[in-house]
T-cell receptor, first 110, second 114 residues
Framework: KNEVEQSPQNLTAQEGEFITINCSYS?????LHWLQQHPGGGIVSLFM?????KKHGRLIATINIQEKHSSLHITASHPRDSAVYIC????????????WGAGTKLIIKP | GAGVSQSPSNKVTEKGKDVELRCDPI?????LYWYRQSLGQGLEFLIY????????KSGLPSDRFSAERTGGSVSTLTIQRTQQEDSAVYLC????????????FGPGTRLTVL
Protein backbone atom coordinates (compact mmCIF):
# COMPACT_ATOMS: atom_id res chain seq x y z
CA LYS A 1 0.00 0.00 0.00
CA ASN A 2 1.35 3.39 -0.99
CA GLU A 3 1.96 5.81 1.83
CA VAL A 4 0.21 8.59 -0.09
CA GLU A 5 -2.84 7.77 -2.15
CA GLN A 6 -4.80 10.10 -4.36
CA SER A 7 -8.23 9.75 -5.87
CA PRO A 8 -9.44 9.85 -8.47
CA GLN A 9 -6.53 9.00 -10.77
CA ASN A 10 -8.30 10.68 -13.67
CA LEU A 11 -11.08 13.23 -13.66
CA THR A 12 -12.86 14.82 -16.59
CA ALA A 13 -15.40 17.55 -15.94
CA GLN A 14 -17.21 20.36 -17.70
CA GLU A 15 -16.19 23.96 -17.35
CA GLY A 16 -17.78 25.52 -14.28
CA GLU A 17 -18.03 22.35 -12.24
CA PHE A 18 -16.80 22.13 -8.66
CA ILE A 19 -13.81 19.80 -8.49
CA THR A 20 -12.58 17.77 -5.53
CA ILE A 21 -9.35 15.77 -5.45
CA ASN A 22 -8.60 13.66 -2.41
CA CYS A 23 -5.37 12.63 -0.75
CA SER A 24 -4.97 10.10 2.06
CA TYR A 25 -1.73 9.27 3.79
CA SER A 26 -0.60 6.68 6.28
CA UNK A 27 2.51 8.23 7.83
CA UNK A 28 2.95 10.91 10.44
CA UNK A 29 3.52 14.16 8.64
CA UNK A 30 4.89 17.60 9.35
CA UNK A 31 3.29 19.17 6.27
CA LEU A 32 1.27 18.32 3.18
CA HIS A 33 1.85 19.89 -0.20
CA TRP A 34 -0.42 20.26 -3.21
CA LEU A 35 1.36 20.84 -6.50
CA GLN A 36 0.23 21.36 -10.07
CA GLN A 37 2.04 19.99 -13.08
CA HIS A 38 1.04 21.29 -16.49
CA PRO A 39 1.59 19.45 -19.77
CA GLY A 40 5.22 20.08 -20.60
CA GLY A 41 6.28 19.31 -17.07
CA GLY A 42 6.42 22.59 -15.14
CA ILE A 43 5.58 22.11 -11.47
CA VAL A 44 4.01 24.80 -9.36
CA SER A 45 3.55 24.56 -5.64
CA LEU A 46 -0.07 25.43 -4.81
CA PHE A 47 -0.34 24.94 -1.07
CA MET A 48 1.61 23.76 1.89
CA UNK A 49 -0.48 23.10 4.97
CA UNK A 50 -0.22 21.35 8.28
CA UNK A 51 -3.70 22.11 9.63
CA UNK A 52 -7.01 23.63 8.71
CA UNK A 53 -7.73 25.24 5.41
CA LYS A 54 -6.08 27.54 2.90
CA LYS A 55 -7.61 29.43 0.00
CA HIS A 56 -6.00 31.02 -3.02
CA GLY A 57 -8.29 32.34 -5.70
CA ARG A 58 -10.52 29.51 -6.86
CA LEU A 59 -8.43 26.88 -5.11
CA ILE A 60 -9.11 25.64 -1.60
CA ALA A 61 -7.10 23.05 0.29
CA THR A 62 -8.17 21.41 3.52
CA ILE A 63 -6.51 18.92 5.80
CA ASN A 64 -7.80 16.72 8.61
CA ILE A 65 -4.82 15.55 10.63
CA GLN A 66 -6.84 13.08 12.71
CA GLU A 67 -8.23 11.38 9.62
CA LYS A 68 -4.96 11.74 7.66
CA HIS A 69 -6.81 13.18 4.73
CA SER A 70 -6.61 16.28 2.58
CA SER A 71 -8.74 17.62 -0.22
CA LEU A 72 -8.07 20.09 -2.99
CA HIS A 73 -11.12 21.89 -4.35
CA ILE A 74 -11.42 23.98 -7.48
CA THR A 75 -14.46 26.22 -7.78
CA ALA A 76 -15.82 27.40 -11.13
CA SER A 77 -13.37 25.17 -13.00
CA HIS A 78 -11.88 26.36 -16.27
CA PRO A 79 -10.05 24.55 -19.10
CA ARG A 80 -6.81 26.21 -18.00
CA ASP A 81 -7.10 24.25 -14.75
CA SER A 82 -6.39 21.09 -16.76
CA ALA A 83 -3.23 19.63 -15.28
CA VAL A 84 -1.94 16.88 -13.03
CA TYR A 85 -2.47 17.67 -9.36
CA ILE A 86 -0.02 16.04 -7.00
CA CYS A 87 -0.25 15.54 -3.27
CA UNK A 88 3.01 15.10 -1.36
CA UNK A 89 3.79 14.87 2.34
CA UNK A 90 6.83 15.71 4.41
CA UNK A 91 7.06 12.78 6.78
CA UNK A 92 8.05 13.28 10.40
CA UNK A 93 10.91 10.85 9.88
CA UNK A 94 12.42 12.77 6.98
CA UNK A 95 11.37 16.37 6.72
CA UNK A 96 12.82 17.02 3.31
CA UNK A 97 12.13 13.84 1.42
CA UNK A 98 8.65 14.37 0.15
CA UNK A 99 6.54 11.26 -0.28
CA TRP A 100 4.60 11.71 -3.48
CA GLY A 101 1.15 10.65 -4.51
CA ALA A 102 0.69 9.34 -8.03
CA GLY A 103 -1.18 12.44 -9.14
CA THR A 104 -4.66 13.15 -10.43
CA LYS A 105 -4.99 14.03 -14.09
CA LEU A 106 -7.71 16.65 -14.44
CA ILE A 107 -9.27 17.62 -17.75
CA ILE A 108 -11.77 20.44 -17.87
CA LYS A 109 -13.78 20.54 -21.07
CA PRO A 110 -15.15 23.84 -22.37
CA GLY B 1 14.35 36.40 -12.45
CA ALA B 2 13.19 35.48 -8.98
CA GLY B 3 12.44 31.80 -9.62
CA VAL B 4 14.49 28.63 -9.81
CA SER B 5 16.23 28.30 -13.16
CA GLN B 6 17.69 25.23 -14.79
CA SER B 7 19.86 24.72 -17.82
CA PRO B 8 19.83 23.36 -20.38
CA SER B 9 16.09 22.99 -20.89
CA ASN B 10 16.68 20.06 -23.22
CA LYS B 11 19.68 17.78 -23.61
CA VAL B 12 20.08 14.98 -26.10
CA THR B 13 23.13 12.81 -25.68
CA GLU B 14 24.51 9.51 -26.81
CA LYS B 15 24.72 6.49 -24.56
CA GLY B 16 27.99 6.47 -22.65
CA LYS B 17 28.53 10.23 -22.65
CA ASP B 18 28.66 12.35 -19.49
CA VAL B 19 26.17 15.17 -18.93
CA GLU B 20 25.98 18.08 -16.52
CA LEU B 21 22.71 19.69 -15.50
CA ARG B 22 22.66 23.04 -13.74
CA CYS B 23 20.31 24.53 -11.17
CA ASP B 24 20.21 28.11 -9.93
CA PRO B 25 18.03 28.25 -6.81
CA ILE B 26 16.13 31.24 -5.53
CA UNK B 27 18.56 33.68 -3.95
CA UNK B 28 18.76 33.15 -0.20
CA UNK B 29 17.28 29.65 -0.24
CA UNK B 30 19.51 27.34 1.72
CA UNK B 31 17.86 24.06 0.76
CA LEU B 32 18.16 22.58 -2.73
CA TYR B 33 16.67 19.35 -4.04
CA TRP B 34 17.05 17.30 -7.19
CA TYR B 35 14.28 15.04 -8.44
CA ARG B 36 13.68 13.16 -11.66
CA GLN B 37 10.53 12.16 -13.40
CA SER B 38 10.63 9.38 -15.93
CA LEU B 39 7.93 9.23 -18.60
CA GLY B 40 4.60 8.41 -17.02
CA GLN B 41 6.11 8.08 -13.55
CA GLY B 42 5.94 10.12 -10.40
CA LEU B 43 8.71 12.25 -8.98
CA GLU B 44 11.75 10.44 -7.62
CA PHE B 45 13.93 12.09 -5.00
CA LEU B 46 17.64 12.12 -5.89
CA ILE B 47 19.64 14.34 -3.55
CA TYR B 48 19.22 17.14 -1.04
CA UNK B 49 21.55 19.96 0.04
CA UNK B 50 21.02 22.04 3.17
CA UNK B 51 23.41 24.92 3.69
CA UNK B 52 26.97 23.73 4.19
CA UNK B 53 25.96 20.34 5.59
CA UNK B 54 26.91 17.14 3.84
CA UNK B 55 24.26 16.34 1.22
CA UNK B 56 21.83 13.47 1.56
CA LYS B 57 22.64 11.29 -1.43
CA SER B 58 20.35 8.45 -0.48
CA GLY B 59 18.16 8.84 -3.55
CA LEU B 60 20.90 8.66 -6.17
CA PRO B 61 20.19 5.55 -8.28
CA SER B 62 23.80 4.60 -8.95
CA ASP B 63 27.37 5.78 -8.53
CA ARG B 64 27.20 7.25 -12.03
CA PHE B 65 25.17 10.07 -10.49
CA SER B 66 26.78 12.84 -8.46
CA ALA B 67 25.93 16.37 -7.51
CA GLU B 68 27.65 19.32 -5.99
CA ARG B 69 26.62 22.70 -4.77
CA THR B 70 29.15 25.48 -4.94
CA GLY B 71 29.11 28.36 -2.51
CA GLY B 72 25.75 27.27 -1.14
CA SER B 73 24.05 28.41 -4.32
CA VAL B 74 24.34 26.89 -7.80
CA SER B 75 24.14 23.12 -8.05
CA THR B 76 25.31 20.77 -10.78
CA LEU B 77 23.99 17.24 -11.25
CA THR B 78 26.41 15.07 -13.22
CA ILE B 79 25.53 11.78 -14.84
CA GLN B 80 28.49 9.76 -16.08
CA ARG B 81 28.33 7.12 -18.80
CA THR B 82 24.69 7.83 -19.48
CA GLN B 83 22.29 4.98 -20.14
CA GLN B 84 18.96 5.02 -21.94
CA GLU B 85 17.13 4.49 -18.66
CA ASP B 86 18.53 7.84 -17.49
CA SER B 87 16.19 9.58 -19.93
CA ALA B 88 13.83 11.67 -17.82
CA VAL B 89 13.00 15.19 -16.77
CA TYR B 90 15.35 16.31 -14.03
CA LEU B 91 13.79 18.83 -11.69
CA CYS B 92 15.46 21.10 -9.20
CA UNK B 93 13.69 22.80 -6.31
CA UNK B 94 14.74 25.12 -3.53
CA UNK B 95 13.20 26.13 -0.25
CA UNK B 96 13.86 28.77 2.34
CA UNK B 97 15.29 26.80 5.17
CA UNK B 98 14.38 23.21 5.72
CA UNK B 99 11.82 20.53 5.19
CA UNK B 100 8.44 22.04 5.73
CA UNK B 101 9.09 25.20 3.74
CA UNK B 102 7.39 25.35 0.37
CA UNK B 103 9.59 23.95 -2.36
CA UNK B 104 9.81 26.06 -5.50
CA PHE B 105 10.47 24.08 -8.64
CA GLY B 106 12.49 24.96 -11.68
CA PRO B 107 11.25 24.21 -15.21
CA GLY B 108 13.31 21.06 -15.46
CA THR B 109 15.84 19.66 -17.90
CA ARG B 110 14.55 17.04 -20.30
CA LEU B 111 17.34 14.53 -20.85
CA THR B 112 17.16 12.11 -23.75
CA VAL B 113 19.81 9.41 -24.04
CA LEU B 114 19.92 7.83 -27.49
Amino acid sequence: KNEVEQSPQNLTAQEGEFITINCSYSVGISALHWLQQHPGGGIVSLFMLSSGKKKHGRLIATINIQEKHSSLHITASHPRDSAVYICAVSSMDSNYQLIWGAGTKLIIKP
Amino acid sequence: GAGVSQSPSNKVTEKGKDVELRCDPISGHTALYWYRQSLGQGLEFLIYFQGNSAPDKSGLPSDRFSAERTGGSVSTLTIQRTQQEDSAVYLCASSGVFGTDTQYFGPGTRLTVL
